[in-house]
């Protein structure tokens, strides 16, 4: 079953938001932004502290909308937020032990976005390494390794992850040797999201619920942003407010969130919490090179939709 149901009003305000910023934006045709919003009424089930156990918090189903939710897009960095609760999810259970390398890269791959921190988290996961290409029966099993994470999230069995690809590391250059070859000639498997996917997620960390209360919790202080840009972890001139969904909200607001972007894509995924205003998730995908680049897409519709609750 869906996690949220299509709201009527949500749906009013948000075609209207996707209208007005496609008039702002000529380069954002429709085909090139997706886009969940969840909005959290009373009795508000997220960021309780783990209150409610996982039976009774999905008994709920929030109120949302969705706009090309199911379309499988290129997820940049956005795909971290599964490493995580992968990564949590092993700990939990012994699979892997705790060390302070280990803590040293799964707080860098959050926090600053780093691609070189996440290589070894996809080796710790999956018990593979990057190199040489390999001979074909070594590689297969290399390959069955290397799918690890995506039998995890499929015995969820959540149906907003049926689509979903999330198998390689992120690259600042690109891949080489058996990372290269894994991609596919045609690039055919890379990682894929969708903005429900992410959704659906990103509302079990905040919920409490994914892997444990005490995991979740530790999920959500690497997701917490300060609004202070004195604050902002700086990589490469680029940060996870400025130009994202942050950057439209006013300070005293409170987010936790996780960006990604390339030279083709920019996303963002993010809870809220604003004085005044119902708690809400905002999922947005924007593709496309000329919006990749732009740093006023991503915050527009965020103003838009605070605007509109």
């Not at 938001?17 to 380069?27: A, D, N, R």
């Not at 969130?257 to 995908?285: C, M």
Request: charged share 20%.
């Amino acid at each position: 079953m869906p996690f949220f149901r299509q709201d009527e009003g949500l749906a009013e305000i948000a075609q209207q938001i996707l209208q007005t910023t496609s008039e702002k934006f000529p380069t954002l045709t429709r085909d090139k932004i997706a886009l969940t919003w969840i909005v959290y009424e009373e009795p508000v089930i997220v960021n309780t502290g783990g209150a409610l156990s996982a039976a009774e918090f999905w008994q709920y189903q929030v109120k949302g909308f969705s706009y090309r939710g199911v379309e499988r897009i290129y997820p940049a960095s956005i795909v971290k937020l599964f490493y995580l609760v992968a990564i949590q999810e092993w700990l939990q259970g012994g699979m892997i032990a705790e060390s302070l390398e280990l803590n040293r890269a799964i707080r860098d791959a959050i926090i600053a976005s780093s691609n070189d921190a996440t290589s070894l988290l996809v080796d710790v996961l999956t018990g593979t390494t990057s190199g040489p290409e390999l001979p074909a029966n070594p590689f297969a099993t290399w390959q069955k390794q290397r799918n690890i994470i995506n039998r995890y999230f499929a015995s969820l069995d959540w149906s907003e992850l049926e689509s979903i690809n999330v198998n390689q590391k992120t690259w600042c250059d690109g891949a080489y040797g058996r990372e290269r070859a894994f991609l596919g000639e045609l690039m055919e498997n890379r990682n894929m999201l969708t903005t429900d996917a992410v959704a659906r997620l990103l509302h079990s960390i905040i919920g409490g619920v994914a892997v444990s209360s005490e995991r979740s919790q530790k999920m959500m202080q690497l997701l917490k942003r300060s609004l202070n840009p004195a604050e902002f972890v700086d990589s490469d001139g680029e940060n996870q407010i400025t130009g994202f969904i942050g950057e439209a909200l006013p300070r005293d607001a409170k987010i936790w969130s996780k960006a990604g972007w390339t030279t083709q894509v920019r996303h963002d995924a993010a809870y809220i919490e604003v004085p005044g205003v119902s708690p809400y998730l905002l999922i947005i995908f924007t593709e496309g090179g000329d919006n990749a680049q732009n740093k006023s897409i991503i915050p527009f519709i965020s103003r838009h939709i605070l605007a509109g609750q």
